[in-house]
């Protein structure tokens, strides 16, 4: 018998990495070596434990996912990452997949959709929705460039506070959800302010629910 395929789960919800971890061990092919709700207990751990593929949220406190795939890839280039989030994959799908990540899941889909993703990446393939892969394939064919858009200068830290206040959440909700002060969620607002050259906070909320009406 080959050797069970080593998985990894990041993620800050105890329930979701349990029932994650009870969907990929049912399958004889897998075995979970590890679990941690941070980006930094992850950064310590998976290098130790060398798991084939890490499964990671983007929504952790401190290090957010997507910085956790680009300081893990740096290091393991050879790691498979899968994002299971909770976020929309038409906004954050295309920052995972540039970010080294090779599929992207919602959380809503997952249940043994999971199984599915993690041998597709394991076997050298990308997963992605129908709708998103398609629609990355269309951006690339036509050359389609990100540059001129005001939201590409946003951190990924930014764009989810951008989008969490497009969403109407209030800053004390926002820092709860994120595990960050209400103070560094007001930087965070007035960087994106900054960047996207907005004058008050409600041209910032406009603009922000305006993004996710008509990304969603």
């Known amino acids: ?113 999971i199984v599915s993703a993690v041998r597709q990446i394991l076997n050298g393939g990308i997963y992605l929705s129908d709708k998103i892969g398609s629609q990355l394939i269309m951006k690339l064919a036509s050359g389609q460039s990100t540059g001129d858009n ?9 764009l989810e506070v951008f989008e969490l206040t497009g969403k109407g959440e209030s800053t004390k909700e926002i820092a709860e959800r994120l595990h960050v002060s209400v103070k560094t969620v007001d930087t965070y607002r007035a960087r994106i302010k900054d960047k996207m050259d907005l004058k008050s906070a409600n041209e910032l909320l406009r603009r922000a629910v305006q993004w996710v009406d008509d990304s969603i």
Do not use: W
Request: negative net charge.
């Open 1 to 113: 018998m080959a050797p069970k395929k080593r998985i990894y789960i990041v993620d800050d919800h105890p329930l979701m990495r349990k029932g994650m971890a009870m969907t990929l061990q049912a399958n004889v092919e897998f075995e979970v070596c590890g679990q941690s709700e941070t980006a930094e207990q992850a950064l310590t751990e998976i290098p130790n434990l060398k798991p084939d593929v890490a499964v990671i949220d983007i929504s952790l406190p401190g290090m957010n996912g997507i910085e956790l795939i680009k300081h893990l890839l740096s290091q393991m280039e050879n790691l498979k990452v899968l994002v299971v989030s909770r976020h929309d994959e038409e906004l954050y799908a295309e920052r995972a997949i540039r970010a080294g990540a090779k599929g992207y899941l919602m959380k809503l889909e997952a249940g043994d959709v």
């Open 150 to 158: 005001p939201l590409e200068l946003l951190s990924d830290r930014e």
